[in-house]
């Protein structure tokens, strides 16, 4: 069983930068993805990042396609958001996960969601 936790969370203002971190543990990642996704207080949770264990591919939802960047570190087996211009409408918690069937699956096929670590940019 594949545990996440994530950290690095903040308060920031708008235009500056965040960086989250997320631990996997339990189990081999090789034939997942991992990532992100965020909720905003009466919104959808919404795709932010993934990236795909095996091949090192990404995929980006297109609110933040520009301005984040997903990135691994094999031995730690763990990803990290790099969040830069940030924005009020970045404002969420945001949500470790694992792609069980590609990081292409909508949320409902991902899982070993993580406790979220919440983001709060001021204008």
């Known amino acids: 069983q594949v545990q996440v936790a994530e950290s690095g969370g903040g308060l920031v203002q708008a235009g500056g930068s965040l960086r989250l971190s997320c631990a996997a543990s339990?189990?081999?990642?090789?034939?997942?993805?991992l990532g992100w996704f965020r909720q905003a207080p009466g919104k959808d949770r919404e795709f932010v990042a993934a990236?795909?264990?095996?091949?090192?591919?990404?995929r980006y939802g297109d609110s933040v396609k520009g301005r984040f960047t997903i990135s691994r570190d094999n031995d730690k087996n763990a990803v990290y958001l790099q969040m830069d211009s940030l924005t009020p409408e970045d404002t969420a918690v945001y949500y470790c996960?694992?792609?069980?069937?590609?990081?292409?699956?909508?949320?409902?096929?991902?899982?070993?969601w993580g406790q979220g670590t919440q983001v709060t940019v001021s204008s």
């Open positions: 990236t795909r264990w095996s091949d090192s591919s990404t």
């Open positions: 996960g694992i792609a069980y069937s590609g990081i292409w699956a909508p949320s409902s096929a991902w899982g070993a």
């Open positions: 339990g189990r081999t990642l090789s034939r997942y993805g």
